[in-house]
């Protein structure tokens, strides 16, 4: 990459990572990547699904090619100590969508300024990805209607793999994600006196108990699932019964099959302790964010290994498993009837994996360093840019034609 637009991504990156902002909020990261792609002459529409930006350049005949980064930062007070560390009290990209900003905005300069190719490069800046909204915003503000179907769609996550090197998966990549939340109903009363009531307290409690048993008992041991009760409220004071309890759950699957399985056994063992408990009410289980599991297409993902095993050499274009983390980027494939690719930017100081030669080493360091979402997760901004702005570039071109 020419050296000018590095340094140019580079102060992107740290102006983008010092002044994050929360899901649906992205107006200034927005405006900022829509002036961007107008100076690289793309066809600009902005507050798509909100903030949401869509990019197009079109050349001619040829087949199409969408490029998508998420724009939003989370709710966590940055303790990286970096020079660029956010300005913004409460609110980090502590799970790299500024890289994913930057790395989309290189790629667009670069395929703007490469005149060896023809057809459609879409680019799609999406708001809201950490509350699994933004894609669905975006689908439901006519997606479909103001790009044109995509031969492929692609993007990337950055993570603590060592920078300089890629992770791809074909089949399942990321989790589905399902949140629900599930409210109990008892009856009130004195703490001295249980016989009246309907204890809300102890049906929370055995409903947490028995859910632990869907995977244990329910999932075939080839298969994977995940269910984690993630807060229990009920009550306020030692000697008042309270009258309903809430718990919020989520499940992570990779199989639509084990999803439905996984999702039907909650319902019905939250229906069910209520009953053994005698609730007067039945029990209210409602969904409140989904996202589907990430699968990446056979055939797209091939191609894609190639054309990222040139950027990087084949060697480190690694297989990272199945991520348990989740990530809305396939109701945009889904909405657009796609196939989709989607894999992992490595962004951890490669010094951090010094002497670490066999894919065990590097799994026990990767288990060592700060995740995503972390405070202290800190991507090293090079090489992780050049390469993630290389890999969207030569992704892309493996479809637009020559
Ligand atoms: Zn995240
Ligand atoms: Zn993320």
Same mark, same amino acid.
């Given at each position: 990459?020419?050296?000018s637009?590095?340094?140019?991504?580079t102060?992107?990156y740290?102006?983008l990572?010092a002044?994050?902002?929360l899901?649906?909020q992205?107006v200034?990261t927005?405006?900022?990547?829509a002036?961007?792609?107008?100076?690289n002459g793309f066809d600009?529409?902005e507050g798509v699904?909100?903030?949401?930006v869509?990019?197009?350049l079109?050349?001619g005949?040829?087949p199409?090619?969408?490029?998508r980064?998420?724009?939003?930062?989370?709710?966590?007070?940055?303790?990286t100590g970096?020079?660029?560390?956010?300005?913004?009290a409460?609110?980090?990209?502590?799970?790299g969508?500024?890289v994913h900003?930057t790395?989309?905005?290189?790629?667009?300069?670069?395929l703007?300024?490469?005149?060896?190719?023809?057809?459609?490069?879409?680019?799609?800046?999406?708001?809201?990805?950490e509350?699994?909204?933004g894609a669905?915003?975006?689908?439901?503000?006519?997606?479909?209607?103001r790009?044109?179907r995509?031969?492929?769609?692609?993007g990337?996550?950055?993570a603590?793999?060592?920078a300089g090197m890629?992770?791809?998966r074909?089949?399942a990549a990321?989790?589905?994600?399902d949140s629900?939340?599930?409210?109990?109903w008892?009856?009130?009363?004195h703490g001295?006196?249980?016989?009246?009531?309907?204890?809300p307290?102890v049906?929370?409690?055995?409903?947490?108990l028995?859910?632990?048993?869907?995977?244990?008992?329910?999932?075939?041991?080839?298969?994977t699932?995940v269910?984690t009760v993630g807060?229990?409220?009920?009550?306020s004071?030692?000697?008042?019964?309270p009258?309903?309890?809430?718990?919020?759950?989520?499940v992570r699957t990779?199989?639509?099959?084990?999803?439905?399985?996984?999702?039907?056994?909650?319902s019905?063992?939250?229906?069910?302790e209520?009953?053994?408990s005698g609730?007067?009410?039945?029990?209210e289980v409602?969904?409140?964010?989904?996202a589907?599991?990430?699968?990446n297409?056979a055939?797209?993902?091939?191609?894609?290994?190639?054309a990222?095993a040139?950027?990087?050499?084949? =060697?480190?274009?690694?297989e990272?498993?199945?991520?348990t983390?989740?990530?809305?980027v396939g109701?945009l494939a889904?909405?657009?009837?796609?196939p989709?690719?989607?894999?992992?930017?490595g962004?951890?100081?490669?010094?951090?994996?010094? =002497?670490a030669s066999?894919p065990?080493?590097?799994v026990?360091?990767v288990?060592?360093?700060?995740?995503?979402h972390?405070p202290?997760?800190?991507?090293?901004?090079?090489?992780t840019?050049?390469v993630?702005v290389?890999?969207?570039?030569?992704?892309?071109?493996?479809w637009?034609s020559?």
């Amino acid at each position: 990459m020419d050296a000018s637009l590095l340094a140019r991504l580079t102060d992107t990156y740290r102006d983008l990572h010092a002044h994050p902002e929360l899901s649906g909020q992205e107006v200034r990261t927005a405006a900022l990547a829509a002036t961007w792609l107008r100076e690289n002459g793309f066809d600009v529409t902005e507050g798509v699904g909100g903030t949401g930006v869509l990019g197009l350049l079109r050349r001619g005949e040829g087949p199409a090619v969408l490029l998508r980064a998420d724009m939003d930062a989370l709710p966590v007070a940055e303790e990286t100590g970096l020079a660029w560390a956010s300005e913004v009290a409460g609110v980090m990209h502590a799970c790299g969508h500024d890289v994913h900003v930057t790395c989309l905005l290189g790629a667009a300069s670069e395929l703007a300024a490469d005149p060896a190719w023809s057809g459609t490069l879409v680019l799609l800046l999406q708001p809201a990805e950490e509350t699994v909204s933004g894609a669905r915003a975006m689908v439901a503000d006519d997606l479909a209607g103001r790009v044109p179907r995509p031969d492929v769609v692609l993007g990337q996550h950055v993570a603590p793999l060592p920078a300089g090197m890629l992770g791809l998966r074909a089949g399942a990549a990321f989790a589905a994600s399902d949140s629900l939340r599930v409210t109990l109903w008892g009856r009130g009363g004195h703490g001295s006196r249980p016989e009246t009531t309907v204890d809300p307290v102890v049906m929370a409690a055995a409903t947490v108990l028995r859910l632990q048993g869907i995977v244990a008992r329910e999932v075939a041991g080839t298969q994977t699932a995940v269910v984690t009760v993630g807060a229990v409220h009920a009550g306020s004071a030692p000697n008042i019964i309270p009258d309903h309890a809430e718990l919020l759950v989520n499940v992570r699957t990779y199989d639509e099959a084990v999803r439905e399985r996984v999702l039907g056994a909650v319902s019905r063992i939250v229906h069910a302790e209520a009953a053994a408990s005698g609730a007067p009410r039945e029990p209210e289980v409602d969904p409140t964010e989904s996202a589907p599991a990430v699968v990446n297409d056979a055939a797209a993902t091939e191609r894609v290994r190639s054309a990222l095993a040139g950027v990087v050499g084949a =060697g480190r274009v690694v297989e990272p498993g199945p991520v348990t983390g989740s990530e809305d980027v396939g109701v945009l494939a889904q909405a657009l009837g796609a196939p989709l690719v989607f894999w992992l930017l490595g962004g951890a100081d490669p010094a951090a994996f010094a =002497g670490a030669s066999t894919p065990e080493e590097l799994v026990r360091v990767v288990g060592t360093l700060p995740s995503n979402h972390s405070p202290h997760f800190a991507p090293v901004p090079d090489p992780t840019l050049s390469v993630g702005v290389a890999a969207l570039v030569a992704g892309a071109r493996a479809w637009l034609s020559a």
